[in-house]
């Protein structure tokens, strides 16, 4: 019977199911953690006032409850907020201490410019130049609304500014040109320095406007008091949001949901990038994906195709095919310090040196940029594609190509009418394993141009639109540097959460249409055998 | 020897000419100085067992050997006088001239229309209108015609294995070749299919010269007007199919057609 049992093998059957099962949990645990997590971080949270047993009070959101270790009491984590006042934003408090907790309805959370969070009572207003809020509920939005206005035209005049420094910024590169080709005197370039000298005068005419306006508008302000009573004067230019959790209705709570993921997707990193939206890493990660993908899927193909469809067979082709195979398999930080000497040092430098010699020694493309991350995370899956391209090749029949030359078609003919798209369901399948796994990669990225802030986006308004050369940031770096390099890296860690659900988010956005696009063409080009 | 050989007729005006050719794989000889006239719009046969080199031969006469490694070929193959080993000869006007239909059917995975109209569009030709005339015109005459007529634009993986092989035969048809090559186009068919083709073969015959190779020997007495049993590399026995079944020359001919051997 058991012998049986063996032969018919039904323990292999199960030895199988139980492994797909384990990569299946542990797969399933990986996205229930970061989902349950990433996705409850913008859901507005209860404010809670405990009163303790010292008489004293405070407000915040319950973060965790735990039990304390060898001694059966239990605690409960507060995020406390107002770092302003009291230099930290968390803190953990023993139950047995806590007499009272309640929800107090008029609870007000700010989220500000800096410091973060505010959690408190309003108490009055001190405005200037705009009508005198009458109180009630929704008095502090109303006041902040009112002052939008001149919110905008502050943030504009900023605009403005950078703008100018930057035509600033490019008058210098020709004068620095113009000195190094030692030009003296001509008309074009007096005519440039009377053109910054008219800029200069104009920032500084500007600057002073701002800092006059930006003054007057942060006179403006509302006094708010701690759960202890302690007043606190905030500028109301300064509050980003407000809202009182206690007191939301449950669409309340979903339309503040989605205008922080408004925020999230096309808004700026604030607070160094542990609030704020993602827009610039969502960019720079997207962006970069593409590059490399227009980099490294036609230098991958190519390649593919001579190896099986050119080259002669022989210890030649073995020996690069090892290679290339061998290749998928070196460290990703080995293509970064790669990338590193060989593209933003050599070719990087040498561009500098033949095209740049007036902004020698500050650099221009001799330094990480976006361009040499995709160029270098070409190189590491350029030989996924290849063998790919080679597998997909060789798999197509000989009849077929036999069929096609007997009809009078060249070997390119053969090749681009009938070869390449019946390989392209599996061409396409290794450029989606490419891709993913140029997606997750962040090591090569820190040394060849990924930033923790970068001041602008690779592709803008500003001639020439694609700036090759600009660090960028990264989701994957985002999570490393907020999770790990951040100062506070508790307050950061509801972002972690948010970031690596985009990320993922994104790679699976960027497979599944791969992914799509290949079954469509594996619909179009099967060969059913009969 | 073969020259002077009696088993082998000499064809006045052969279409195709093989003169002393030996080909040879590596170090091992496959054709063995073989020469003979094919005739022009007649159907011969190549017989012979596995192996003896049928398939390597007809393969020579569009130079679809060109694509194997290793392959030396000595001698001459004329087809209107014109020598196709010649190293200036263009392998695309040959195959244009020389069309092919192989063992194992090979549709392209496109369309039924795109499969017929292949060879038209690689030689250039784009004009919706001929292109259509075209594929009517050897759909009907591959007798194809009406099982397809309403499922052009789908998928040729979805016929059967014989549709899928006059399929294939109209496909080489709509070049207008001057010469067809068959490599045992019946072998993996069933005997309804079969029967089909040979049908098929006997209706293009005239028009197109055709030289077939297959192991039936039934199949080589139905359709073909001349016969060559080859053995081992060498031409034993060529000569009109009714004289080579009822009279053969040779004992070693008689063997193999009475089944006494191979």
């Known amino acids: 019977m058991t012998k049986k049992f063996w032969r018919q093998g039904e323990p292999f059957v199960w030895a199988t199911g139980l492994a797909l099962s384990l990569i299946l949990f542990l797969t399933l645990l990986l996205f229930y953690v970061v989902l349950a997590n990433g996705l409850a971080v913008f859901w507005p949270k209860k404010v809670a006032l405990a009163t303790l047993q010292d008489g004293r009070s405070l407000l915040g959101e319950i973060v965790q409850e735990e039990t304390i270790p060898h001694n059966e009491k239990k605690r409960l984590q507060f995020k406390i907020g107002n770092r302003d006042l009291y230099g930290l934003d968390f803190k953990w408090v023993d139950a047995s201490e806590i007499t009272s907790l309640t929800y107090p309805k008029d609870v007000h959370v700010l989220e500000r410019q800096e410091y973060g969070n505010f ?19 929704n008095s502090l939005a109303q006041t902040i609304g009112a002052l939008e206005d001149r919110k905008v035209e502050v943030h504009l005049l900023g605009k403005k500014i950078a703008n100018l420094n930057r035509r600033v910024e490019l008058i210098d590169h020709h004068l620095a040109k113009a000195r190094y080709n030692k030009e003296e005197n001509t008309p074009a370039l007096a005519a440039m320095q009377g053109e910054k000298q008219g800029l200069k005068t104009e920032f500084e005419a500007l600057v002073s406007i701002l800092g ?71 960019f720079g990660t997207v962006m970069l994906i593409f590059l490399m993908s227009i980099l490294s899927f036609p230098l991958g193909v190519l390649a593919g195709i001579y190896l099986r469809e050119y080259a002669k067979d022989g210890w030649l082709v073995k020996m ?9 398999g070196i460290p990703s930080i080995v293509y970064g310090i790669f990338g590193l000497g060989f593209f933003v040092y050599g070719i990087g430098g040498g561009i500098d040196q033949l095209f740049f010699p007036e902004r020698l020694p500050t650099p221009t493309f001799g330094t990480g940029g976006i361009l040499w991350t995709s160029l270098t995370l070409g190189l590491l899956t350029v030989p996924v594609v290849i063998v790919a391209t080679e597998e997909a090749l060789g798999s197509i029949p000989p009849g077929i190509r036999e069929g096609s030359q007997a009809l009078a078609a060249t070997k390119l003919q053969t090749l681009t009418r009938i070869l390449l798209p019946m390989a392209s369901p599996g061409i396409l399948t290794g450029f989606i394993l490419a891709m993913a796994r140029a997606a997750g990669e962040v090591a090569p990225l820190m040394i060849t141009g990924v930033v923790k802030l970068a001041p602008a986006l690779p592709l803008d308004g500003v001639f020439p639109f694609l700036h090759l050369d600009r660090k960028f940031m990264h989701l994957g770096f985002h999570i490393y540097d907020i999770g790990f390099q951040s100062p506070n890296v508790e307050a950061a860690k509801p972002m972690v959460y948010v970031t690596t659900l985009l990320l993922i988010l994104i790679v699976l956005a960027m497979t599944s249409t791969a992914i799509y696009l290949r079954n469509k063409m594996r619909q179009r080009h099967s060969v059913v055998d009969v | 020897m073969s020259t002077t050989d009696t088993a082998i007729i000499r064809i006045d005006n052969p279409q195709v000419e093989v003169e002393n050719l030996n080909l040879y794989y590596g170090a091992s000889q496959a054709l063995k100085d073989l020469t003979f006239g094919i005739p022009g719009h007649q159907v011969t046969a190549l017989i012979g067992p596995s192996g003896c080199g049928k398939s390597t031969l007809i393969r020579c006469i569009n130079r679809m050997n060109d694509l194997v490694d290793g392959l030396r070929i000595e001698g001459a193959i004329t087809i209107n006088g014109e020598n196709i080993n010649d190293p200036a000869l263009d392998v695309i006007e040959l195959r244009r001239k020389v069309g092919m239909v192989f063992q194992k059917w090979n549709p392209f995975p496109k369309s039924i229309y795109e499969n017929i109209v292949y060879g038209l569009r690689i030689a250039g030709i784009q004009d919706k209108t001929v292109l259509d005339e075209a594929a009517e015109k050897c759909l009907k005459r591959a ?16 016929l059967s294995g014989g549709q899928m092989q006059r399929l294939c035969i ?23 299919s079969t029967s089909r083709i040979e049908d098929l073969i006997r209706e293009l015959r005239g028009e197109y ?54």
């Open chain 1, 320 to 328: 690069v095919r090892i290679a290339v195979n061998n290749l998928a």
């Open chain 2, 170 to 192: 109209a496909r080489a048809i709509a070049v207008s070749p001057e010469i067809i090559l068959m490599d045992e186009p019946c072998s993996a068919l069933d005997p309804r």
């Open chain 1, 212 to 282: 006059e306006k930006s003054a007057a508008l942060a006179t403006n302000q509302a006094i708010f008091t701690d759960a202890n009573g302690q007043p606190k004067a905030i500028a109301l230019p300064n509050i980003v949001r407000a809202y009182q959790p206690n007191n939301m209705s449950f669409f309340a709570k979903c339309a503040y949901y989605l205008e922080r993921l408004r925020e999230l997707f096309f808004d700026e990193p604030r607070e160094s990038n542990t609030e704020g939206g993602l827009f610039p890493a969502i």
């Open chain 2, 143 to 158: 007798a194809l015609w009406d099982e397809v007529k309403d499922r052009l634009h789908q998928s040729a993986m979805g």
């Open chain 1, 119 to 137: 959690y408190g009572y309003l108490s009055e207003f001190e405005v200037k130049g705009i009508a005198p809020p009458v109180s009630g509920s």
């Open chain 2, 209 to 262: 010269t055709i030289i077939i190779v297959t192991h039936n020997m039934q199949q080589a007495a139905r359709i073909s007007d001349y016969t060559a049993y080859m053995y081992l590399g060498e031409l034993i026995e060529y000569g009109p199919t009714q004289t080579l079944f009822t009279m053969p020359e040779k004992k070693e001919t008689e063997d193999y057609i009475t089944g006494r051997f191979g």
